[in-house]
């Protein structure tokens, strides 16, 4: 109170809007986070599920003259040697691509893959809970998240819902709700004292349930009707008696159909606090599903600028493509994950197909084969950054800082797909546009994630590199990274998809 009275006797109160400009303050030059930083703010505001995840990125690519086409469709005829494309599959994946003007069947691929799922609470599909007079919303875990993050925050629901058009069609529309309507509180520490000792324990299944309404403040009119007990639980129950009326009505108003019209849905919770800017100098972002939106915007976003200029791309030997793919958070062993066809099917289509009209697919079988060692694929996946509180988990020579460039990850067992000849094609092309990079090597006794990387690595012989981001908190329900960081990956892979093919040119490796 008595710095406060003081800023206003001196007329130095600072007000928001402040910290978003270049400003002198105290001696100390605060300015804007980068463009791109709040540039990815819109992107991810709006990606609440995988459904709208893709949904943005389809926006973007649409934006910059990408021509959707189907997995169903006949490509041939279709590609030209220039042009851009896109395709998505289960609306929660989505590839895109465009063809180097001296591209031919048989030469190679520039690729990133990222994904566009996170760890999240997912709705139940029988989700009608009630209990002391609550009304409450049955989850189920997806992926492997930092589960006590999600108590106390403001939640909602986004996700895919079926829906039958009054003319009988069946529809696949994306439905968010935006505002908080689900709640998962925590027991007050006079409840609990054990919590201040013992840290905050909970069961995962009885314990986190949120909760939507009370049954006071339900619906009016004809009660809704109980479900039927356990024994009958599988059976043809319709779809409004396995969910809480009022989800199912609050549904169908974003919508705009009658409740009867949902078929099914697939319902993420998410956390309706806006993705934010902060830090004293504008140096953090603060955001749910940092892991792996980030990397899908800027693997999405350095796609679309190494096309700004047409020459780059009508010099460019090989064809350039983004696979956002969903599911890693749960092993990617899906028809939609990396651990699928998509990638590899789409390899071989390209690599078979004909281009401007020309027949030259019928006379090259081995096109496919021979384009997978001539190819290359960035894995870009946020990485963590050394943490100010827990810097021991970190090897000594290798704590990955922010602002200091994208983290190549390196592990002797091969939990990451890098190797030292890709890891020296990767520097060159980042040296080509000045890119910082830095190394991640997890200590010898402490467990390993993965990636999307080796398993794509393994399926296609493919040299794959694994990047991202350095981040903090990753697989809470609120992340941290560094705002300096979203132009640097931009700019790294943007380099990659201009200058792959010429160093390339310069490394055998067979």
Not at 309 to 316: F, I, K, M, P, T
Request: charged content about 25%.
């Amino acid at each position: 109170m008595v710095m406060v009275c003081r800023l206003l006797l001196t007329g130095r109160i600072i007000s928001r809007r402040s910290f978003s400009t270049s400003r002198s303050l105290w001696n100390t030059e605060i300015r804007p986070a980068p463009v791109e930083a709040y540039d990815f703010l819109d992107f991810v505001n709006q990606a609440q599920s995988p459904f709208h995840a893709t949904e943005q990125a389809v926006i973007r690519l649409r934006k910059a003259g990408f021509q959707e086409i189907k997995e169903k469709e006949n490509w041939n005829g279709i590609l030209k040697r220039n042009g851009k494309y896109f395709f998505t599959r289960n609306k929660s994946a989505v590839i895109a691509f465009a063809v180097g003007g001296k591209y031919k069947p048989g030469n190679g691929f520039s690729a990133v893959g990222a994904h566009t799922d996170s760890p999240c609470l997912k709705v139940k599909p029988v989700s009608k809970k009630e209990k002391l007079g609550y009304l409450q919303v049955g989850v189920q875990l997806y992926g492997g998240g930092l589960w006590h993050t999600w108590f106390d925050r403001d939640l909602s629901v986004a996700g895919r819902v079926v829906v039958r058009t009054e003319d009988g069609k069946l529809e696949n529309r994306l439905a968010r709700i935006d505002r908080p309507i689900l709640r998962i509180p925590t027991l007050a520490i006079h409840l609990d004292r054990s919590t201040s000792a013992d840290g905050f324990k909970f069961n995962n299944e009885t314990h986190l349930t949120p909760m939507l309404s009370t049954v006071t403040k339900s619906l009016t009119g004809e009660p809704a009707k109980p479900l039927k007990p356990d024994t009958e639980i599988n059976g043809d129950i319709p779809l409004a008696e396995k969910h809480q009326p009022i989800l199912m009505s609050l549904l169908a108003a974003e919508l705009n159909v009658k409740v009867d019209q949902i078929l099914d849905f697939e319902l993420c919770l998410y956390d309706t606090q806006p993705s934010a800017i902060g830090g004293a100098y504008n140096e953090f972002i603060f955001s749910g599903r940092l892991d792996n939106l980030m990397m899908s915007y800027c693997s999405i976003e350095a796609l679309v600028r190494s096309l700004k200029n047409a020459e780059s791309l009508a010099n460019d030997p090989n064809i350039r493509l983004v696979s956002l793919f969903d599911n890693e958070e749960v092993g990617s062993n899906t028809a939609h994950g990396a651990d699928s066809n998509l990638l590899p099917s789409t390899f071989e289509r390209l690599s078979l197909a004909t281009y401007d009209s020309d027949a030259q697919a019928s006379n090259t079988p081995t096109a496919y084969l021979e384009a997978l060692p001539k190819s290359y694929l960035i894995s870009a996946d946020m990485a963590h950054a050394v943490h100010p509180n827990y810097a021991e988990k970190h090897d000594d020579g290798h704590r990955p800082h922010m602002h200091k460039g994208v983290v190549v990850k390196i592990n002797a067992n091969q939990r990451y797909a890098t190797t030292a000849p890709t890891t020296v094609v990767l520097r060159e092309v980042a040296k080509k546009y000045n890119v910082p990079l830095q190394e991640f090597v997890v200590r010898n006794d402490s467990p390993c994630g993965s990636t999307i990387g080796p398993m794509l690595s393994a399926k296609l012989g493919l040299r794959t590199v694994d990047v991202g981001n350095p981040q903090l908190s990753m697989h809470s329900c609120r992340e941290v990274c560094g705002t300096e960081d979203v132009p640097l990956a931009i700019q790294l892979f943007e380099a990659f998809f201009e200058e792959f093919p010429s160093v390339d040119a310069r490394l055998t490796v067979d």
